[in-house]
């Protein structure tokens, strides 16, 4: 598995950003992929993960209403699309692949993760 992800920046609050995770080799397919994010000085946390077909989404609460993922299997890439950006959703945003192929929260439950990218949210 070889993960890539995008689409991070500087943005002002109240903006939004789309993220993109892509596998390139295409070996992700039946597994569930996460999103999770760490900020200086913090523990990466949770921030959203999606089942292998594209359902069963689940969302960190401090993200809920405002995040959406989705997956395109076809393109084998999977989306972060963030709305209403706040000043603490500033971190790295990291996408990985689960060991499963139902959605889930554990950090531990991922075995794959791709590089960071950085999403600034300014005030």
């Known amino acids: 598995v070889q993960l890539q992800a995008s689409g991070g920046g500087l943005v002002q609050a109240g903006g939004s950003l789309r993220l993109s995770c892509a596998d390139s080799?295409?070996?992700?397919?039946?597994?569930?992929v996460g999103w999770f994010r760490q900020a200086p000085g913090k523990e990466r946390e949770f921030v959203a993960s999606?089942?292998?077909?594209?359902?069963?989404?689940i969302y960190a609460d401090n993200v809920q209403g405002r995040f959406t993922i989705s997956r395109d299997r076809a393109k084998n890439t999977v989306y972060l699309q963030m709305n209403r950006l706040k000043p603490e959703d500033t971190a790295t945003y990291y996408c990985?692949?689960?060991?499963?192929?139902?959605?889930?929260?554990?950090?531990?439950?991922?075995?794959?993760w791709g590089r960071g990218t950085l999403v600034t949210v300014s005030s």
């Open positions: 080799r295409r070996t992700s397919s039946n597994n569930a």
């Open positions: 990985a692949v689960a060991r499963s192929s139902a959605s889930t929260r554990g950090l531990a439950n991922y075995a794959y």
């Open positions: 999606i089942s292998w077909n594209g359902g069963s989404p």
